[in-house]
C-alpha cells in the first residue's frame, strides 16, 4: 500500500511570512496526527483528527497555527505568520482506527529566515 | 507531566558490536510503547510493545518491556553500518486522544 504522502519535502521563508503543509495519509486510515520535530528533539503532536474532526489540538499554538481535514482524508497545517522558532520537520502521520502504530510520512523540512 | 527519556543519547559502535538503548517512560493511562528508526526525516515503525516480559524480536532488532519498572530495551546484533540512524521511543498515551509522548532519541553510528 502506498505510504503517507507530504508536501513540499523542503520549504525556506522569511519571518512573518505564512506557509502551508499538505498531507495524504494511507487509505483507510481513519486517524492523521502533524508532528513538530525541532532539531535533536523528538517528534511533538501538534494536532490529531479522527476522520475530519479534531481530538487534540492542545499543543497547537492556535495565534499563528491551525489545521483541516476538511473532507476526512486529506489535511493542510498552516502557519501564519511564521517565526524563527518554528524552524523543524513537519511530520504527518496516519492509524487506523483502534491501533497504536502510527505510520509517517517524508515530513517537510521548514526553514524560517 | 508525561515523559519518555532516551540513553545514551548517542552512541559510537564498529560493525559487529551488540548495542542496548534504553528507554523509560512515564505517561498517563500508558497503553503501550513503541520504538521508531528514524533515517532521515520520517521515522518508520520497529516494534509495539503491551505486555511486560514478553520479547518482541525482529531479524537482529529485539526489544522488551518492563511495565513494573516503566522502561523499555532496545537491543541490535551484530550491528551494521545500515542500522546507523536515530532510534525514537514513544509512550502511547491511553485515553481518546491516544497521543504519542517521544523521547529525544538515541543517535546511533556504526563504523565499518
Known amino acids: 500500500e502506498a505510504g503517507v504522502a507530504q508536501s513540499p519535502r523542503y520549504k525556506i521563508i522569511e519571518k512573518r511570512q505564512s506557509v502551508a503543509f499538505w498531507c495524504n495519509p494511507i487509505?483507510?486510515?481513519?486517524?492523521l496526527y502533524w508532528y513538530q520535530q525541532i532539531l535533536g528533539q523528538g517528534p511533538k503532536l501538534l494536532i490529531q483528527?479522527?476522520?475530519?474532526?479534531?481530538?487534540?489540538d492542545s499543543q497547537l499554538p492556535k495565534d499563528r497555527f491551525s489545521a483541516e481535514r476538511l473532507k476526512g482524508v486529506d489535511s493542510t497545517l498552516k502557519i501564519q505568520p511564521a517565526k524563527l522558532e518554528d524552524s523543524a520537520v513537519y511530520l504527518c502521520?496516519?492509524?487506523?482506527?483502534?491501533?497504536?502504530?502510527?505510520?509517517f510520512g517524508p515530513g517537510t523540512r521548514l526553514t524560517v529566515t | 507531566e508525561d515523559k519518555v527519556v532516551q540513553s545514551p543519547l548517542s552512541l559510537v559502535v564498529h560493525e559487529g558490536d551488540t548495542v542496548t538503548l534504553n528507554c523509560s517512560y512515564e505517561v498517563t493511562n500508558f497503553r503501550s510503547l513503541l520504538w521508531y528508526k528514524q533515517e532521515k526525516k520520517a521515522p518508520t515503525f520497529l516494534f509495539m510493545l503491551t505486555s511486560s516480559g514478553i520479547e518482541k524480536k525482529s531479524g537482529r532488532l529485539s526489544s522488551i518491556l518492563d511495565k513494573k519498572e516503566l522502561f523499555s530495551i532496545l537491543n541490535i546484533t551484530a550491528t551494521q553500518t545500515g542500522d546507523s540512524a536515530i532510534y525514537l521511543c514513544?509512550?502511547?498515551?491511553?485515553?481518546?486522544?491516544?497521543?504519542?509522548?517521544f523521547g529525544t532519541g538515541t543517535l546511533l553510528a556504526v563504523q565499518p
Open positions: 483528527f479522527q476522520n475530519n474532526g479534531v481530538v487534540d
Open positions: 487509505s483507510g486510515h481513519a486517524t
Open positions: 502521520a496516519s492509524s487506523r482506527p483502534g491501533r497504536d502504530e502510527q505510520y
Open positions: 514513544a509512550g502511547r498515551h491511553g485515553g481518546a486522544t491516544n497521543k504519542l509522548i
